[in-house]
């Protein structure tokens, strides 16, 4: 990504007449965003689903059904739903789960809370720890861009889903014994620590370049003449030049944990029975391809969409924040 | 070049090391008894006690580790419950399989590779190719088909288009067969027949990815002054897109494909738990809910070989398409 001459913060015309307003940077990329019919649609969508996915105790409320519900009584004796794709009625909107009979648009709902608030929390996490390790790499250089920069190609080099599956169960038994329930909580936090210890890299990588690219700019070299400490050049100066990749790099993270967590949970050593979960959910309904195909579809259209509308509305945001590098397939 | 290369290999070697004593650590400092794990329940408690003499779980660590190491390098013996001397690439024995370890990777790996590599082919082909004709016919209907395309695959999950792909061909047309792994030299029908689906899976979700990457490249390349200047000296279109933008345009591309074939060699985790085929990636997920750790460690490892390799790949590669590079 290219730097661009923006890095001179605003600092408002001096001969101008008082009455024209300078605008800066960040109210241009906002108005490009505003105008931008994808990002429009796209971010309604996103409230939306966060709404939903923070809602989740009114809806249940008001659908008058909870997550762990079950209907044994509305399935024949194989354990099928009775009725149409899967028993879809005016009760059971996306019809019931065969087997448990748990009613599926219930579970949707809070799965969506359960696969948002951890991907929120993975990105924001791991955002943090790879600009603070970016900056300090980049700008400090010497060892401290060696040992960064090696940790940051082993955090690369290691398989991740693979050292996640053999982390994961590993770290729930050294808190639980074999036989115990392991809490939501606990294994939302072990989810999000392993994406925190591997996820930084990647953000750290894009922002120790940014860095470099910048720290032999006049505007940092004035700073520095000026007597500013490293502190003040880190986070006064090079940080407000940074914003842009670092905001479109978290837009797109959210997605990717979104995938990632459901992924875990789809091999059995993410969220686990009976908390709600899109990954879960799939693995489930995989078994029951054949009898029931309707089970799949709704949470594997749900987590399509989450995804699908977070990625266009990072490229929406890209294309706003940083108009030259419009590099989205979108024309 | 040579001292390029040097510098690599030394610092893939840190970083394989690096994972090794992480993997290490994890599994045998972790206060989970691996002898349990890998003993049924009914296991007499001096039976434990002779499976862990024998695993040398009573050494100190770093002799265990070391012992290890030098497993891989020039093998060791392992005692008789464990099959005797273990040759050079010894990764330990596997009480769950009843075998070394090394012999169930040599078993699942050609599964994998054979997963891995025509799907890469087909990715590669179709996403770089969809990704030129979209940027050449830039706002054109095939340029918005390829978009929603590549938008589509970027988002699904696999596991989902794996389900709908079996539910499809498999269940409800019957064309494809239920999929199997028959080696490539037995019956070349019935092996590309038994990973078609898991092919087209895996060639679906990462060619848009590519589509999406090389589309973005080109674009930006047809507008650079050398394709003008191509242009401009009188060469056919075919010679100026062919031979001078898709060559610059490709380059970034490399980088980006040759870790995620790595990273697909070390394990396609989830498509082959979708189609239930036995690779190094569900290997891993058995070992782990085994609780095989001699299992665990070794597919961690053989994946971050992988990874390794592949980056260092990508690097001479870059230097042999991009004439800019110098190693």
């Known amino acids: 990504m290219k730097t661009r001459a923006k890095a001179i913060p605003d600092v408002g015309p001096i001969t101008a007449a008082q009455e024209f307003v300078g605008r800066s940077p960040g109210r241009f990329a906002w108005e490009r965003l505003r105008r931008d019919r994808t990002a429009i649609v796209t971010g309604s969508m996103l409230a939306a689903f966060l709404v939903i996915a923070l809602a989740a105790p009114l809806i249940e409320l008001l659908y008058g059904i909870g997550p762990h519900e079950q209907f044994q009584h509305e399935l024949d004796s194989f ?4 009725g149409v794709a899967g028993g879809i009625s005016g009760e059971h909107w996306f019809g019931l789960e065969p087997g448990l009979g748990r009613d599926i648009f219930i579970r949707m709902v809070y799965g969506l809370r359960t ?32 040992v960064i920069g090696w940790l940051i190609d082993f955090a690369l080099a290691m398989p991740f889903l693979i050292v996640a599956l053999a982390v994961a169960p590993t770290v729930a038994l050294r808190f639980y014994d074999e036989r115990d329930e392991v809490p939501a909580e606990f294994q939302a936090i072990v989810l999000v620590t392993i994406f925190a210890v591997f996820g930084w890299a990647g953000t750290a990588r894009l922002v120790r370049g940014q860095v470099i690219s910048l720290r032999e700019r006049e505007f940092v070299d004035a700073a520095r003449a000026s007597g500013a400490g490293v502190g003040h050049i880190l986070f006064r100066e090079l940080l407000p030049n940074l914003w842009a990749p670092i905001l479109v790099s978290y837009s797109l993270a959210v997605p990717a944990y979104i995938t990632a967590e459901a992924a875990l949970s789809f091999l059995g050593i993410g969220m686990l029975e009976p908390t709600p979960d899109f990954g879960r959910m799939i693995d489930r309904s995989l078994g029951y391809l054949q009898t029931d195909p309707a089970y ?16 266009l509305f990072g490229d929406a945001l890209r294309d706003a924040l940083d108009p030259r590098s419009s590099r989205s397939p979108l024309p | 070049m040579t001292r390029f290369l040097l510098r690599r290999s030394l610092l893939a070697i840190l970083t394989l090391f690096a994972v090794s004593v992480l993997t290490f650590l994890m599994f045998f400092v972790l206060p989970r008894d691996p002898v349990s794990g890998m003993c049924p329940k009914n296991c007499n408690p001096e039976r434990l006690e002779r499976v862990r003499r024998e695993l040398g779980l009573s050494d100190p660590k770093i002799d265990q580790y070391l012992a290890y190491m030098k497993g891989i390098f020039v ?18 024995y596997s009480y769950v399989n009843n075998e070394p370890v090394s012999e169930t990777i040599a078993r699942v790996l050609p599964v994998t590779l054979s997963i891995v590599i025509p799907a890469a082919i087909l990715w590669l082909g179709l996403g770089i190719g969809l990704g030129m004709v979209s940027a050449l016919r830039q706002g054109t209907w095939v340029d918005r088909v390829a978009i929603g395309f590549s938008l589509t695959g970027a988002s699904l999950q696999l596991y989902f288009v794996g389900g709908v792909l079996l539910l499809v061909f498999t269940y409800q047309l019957g064309i494809a067969p239920v999929p199997h792994y028959t080696p490539l030299l037995e019956n070349p029908a019935d092996w590309a027949g038994g990973l078609v689906l898991a092919w087209l ?8 990815i590519y589509a999406r ?38 380059t970034p591309l490399v980088t980006i494909a040759g870790i995620d074939i ?11 738990i979708t189609f239930g085929l036995q690779g190094l990636g569900r290997t891993a997920v058995g070992a782990v809910h085994a609780g095989d750790l001699p299992m665990i460690m070794a597919t961690v490892l053989v994946a971050a070989f992988f990874i390794v390799v592949a980056n260092i790949a990508v690097d001479l590669l870059y230097a042999a398409i991009d004439p800019r590079v110098r190693l």
């Open chain 2, 75 to 92: 093998g060791r013996d392992l005692g008789s419950a464990q099959g005797g001397h273990c040759d050079a690439p010894c990764l330990g």
């Open chain 1, 79 to 82: 354990g099928m739903p009775l």
């Open chain 2, 201 to 208: 899976a895996l060639a679906f979700l990462f060619s848009a």
């Open chain 2, 213 to 250: 990457l090389s589309r973005a490249q080109m674009v930006e390349t047809l507008s650079e002054d050398f394709v003008r200047t191509a242009r401009a000296k009188g060469l056919p279109n075919s010679q100026v897109y062919g031979r001078h933008a898709l060559r610059a345009a490709i």
């Open chain 1, 296 to 311: 799949v579809f709704f949470p594997g259209i749900t987590i399509f969409a989450v995804v699908f509308a977070f990625n």
């Open chain 1, 115 to 146: 696969s948002l608030v951890i991907a929120i929390s993975a990105a924001t996490i791991t955002t943090t720890l790879g600009v603070v390790a970016g900056v300090v790499a980049g700008y400090l250089g010497r060892w401290s861009d060696t």
């Open chain 2, 262 to 272: 790595g990273a697909a060699l070390g394990g396609t985790v989830i498509t082959e």
